[in-house]
């Protein structure tokens, strides 16, 4: 009874630990054009918070409340030996928010360097994934002017954006179960950055474990609508009665949404998805009264289908180019035709092959005050 009464026996005091914040993977520069020694190694850039220095009312912003080191090595476990000789404290996984990696090295596979992060017991699967268009170490040193720690900056961008339905969720751990399997294939956050600013540009698009492309912001949320149900981001439609005005809805609610596949009489596939969406107008630039009925249902009409023909252009260049099944569909044929996906040797090349069938229903709930009403 006393060993088990013996309470803090393994305690770590927090001021004792590298707490480690985010981290970002590039491929490590080249000292001269000749030398190939270094040709294939990884840099791994770590975020670190400054805790001895963060207590009190004068606690550091921004750029001071962190440090960022870079260490580099054939291999991710490499890289963080020689980090952490470097440091007088032994590094902490448990906080990180965001890994990040430079797209250069995503489009050669990233799966052989999930294999350090999975092993450790200490990392956060429930960190975010994402891909950077430039070094992943710039991102980590761009601090937004209010950012107070600039992970934290980062990792609430992407939790807020996830809250309000605006972009794909892609915790670590997600990413690293669709790897495994064969019927979808993994997706990432595509983001930019400048010394000063971070921004959300789209969806990473991977087949397998290479990045193979990204969909644009409206292409993102076409594609959050049909695989997560979330709203996305406004729409912008024809008016009805002058092409030249446009008229802004919001979408504020998915009430249903069914993908499913079948199989057509010459052995292609179809893949079906059915939608119904609600939505409101948010801003109009034509003098036209929506809530005259025969306005109304044109324009519930106009919505249906430019948001059909949207969704079937960000399937068909996801299909077609990237030849990526990132919806799931594959997932349905294992699910619900099982005798059939026992036949499929490879459900990429179905996948490319088969034919969509998309059907949309927009219901508008609210039309806004009339335009100029009064005028």
């Given at each position: 009874m006393t060993v088990l009464l013996?309470?803090?026996?393994?305690?770590?005091?927090?001021?004792?630990?590298?707490?480690?914040?985010?981290?970002?993977?590039?491929?490590?520069?080249?000292?001269?054009?000749?030398?190939?020694?270094?040709?294939?190694?990884?840099?791994?850039?770590?975020?670190?918070?400054?805790i001895q220095r963060q207590a009190g009312a004068n606690a550091p912003r921004g750029e001071e409340a962190v440090t960022i080191i870079t260490g580099t090595g054939k291999n991710i476990s490499m890289a963080m030996t020689h980090l952490q000789e470097r440091l007088q404290y032994k590094l902490f996984l448990g906080h990180v928010k965001v890994l990040i990696f430079n797209q250069e090295v995503a489009k050669n596979g990233?799966?052989?360097?999930?294999?350090?992060?999975?092993?450790?017991?200490?990392?956060?699967?429930?960190?975010?994934?994402l891909i950077s268009r430039n070094k992943a170490v710039e991102v980590l040193k761009s601090v937004p002017g209010n950012a107070t720690i600039p992970a934290m900056y980062l990792f609430n961008v992407v939790d807020r954006s996830l809250?309000?339905?605006?972009?794909?969720?892609?915790?670590?751990?997600?990413?690293?179960?669709?790897?495994e399997k064969k019927g979808i294939d993994p997706k990432a956050i595509m983001i930019d950055s400048t010394e000063k600013d971070l921004r959300y540009i789209g969806t990473a698009v991977f087949r397998g474990d290479r990045l193979v492309g990204h969909l644009n912001l409206n292409e993102s949320w076409d594609l959050i609508r049909l695989t997560e149900g979330k709203v996305g981001g406004e729409i912008d439609v024809q008016d009805v009665e002058d092409e030249l005005g446009k008229i802004a809805l919001e979408i504020i609610n998915i009430k249903k949404n069914k993908m499913w596949v079948e199989i057509a009489e010459d052995g292609n596939y179809i893949l079906k998805i059915n939608m119904r969406i609600e939505g409101r107008i948010v801003s109009q630039e034509i003098k036209n009264d929506y809530s005259k009925m025969e306005?109304?249902?044109?324009?519930?009409?106009?919505?249906?289908?430019?948001i059909a023909r949207d969704m079937v252009e960000m399937i068909y260049k996801?299909?077609?180019?990237?030849?990526?099944?990132?919806?799931?569909?594959?997932?349905?044929?294992?699910?619900?035709?099982?005798?059939e996906w026992k036949r499929i040797h490879n459900w990429r090349n179905k996948f490319i092959n088969s034919t969509i069938d998309l059907n949309v229903k927009f219901c508008l709930r609210r039309t806004g005050m009339s335009y100029f009403r009064g005028h």
């Open positions: 013996s309470s803090c026996w393994d305690l770590k005091d927090i001021d004792n630990r590298a707490i480690v914040l985010a981290i970002g993977i590039d491929y490590a520069d080249k000292p001269h054009a000749s030398n190939y020694e270094s040709s294939d190694q990884i840099a791994v850039s770590l975020q670190l918070a400054n990233i799966n052989k360097y999930f294999n350090y992060f999975r092993n450790s017991a200490q990392f956060n699967r429930r960190s975010y994934l809250t309000q339905g605006k972009m794909p969720e892609v915790p670590i751990i997600d990413f690293i179960i669709k790897l306005l109304f249902r044109q324009l519930e009409n106009r919505a249906a289908k430019e996801t299909q077609k180019k990237y030849q990526a099944d990132i919806f799931g569909f594959g997932k349905e044929v294992q699910a619900f035709l099982p005798q």
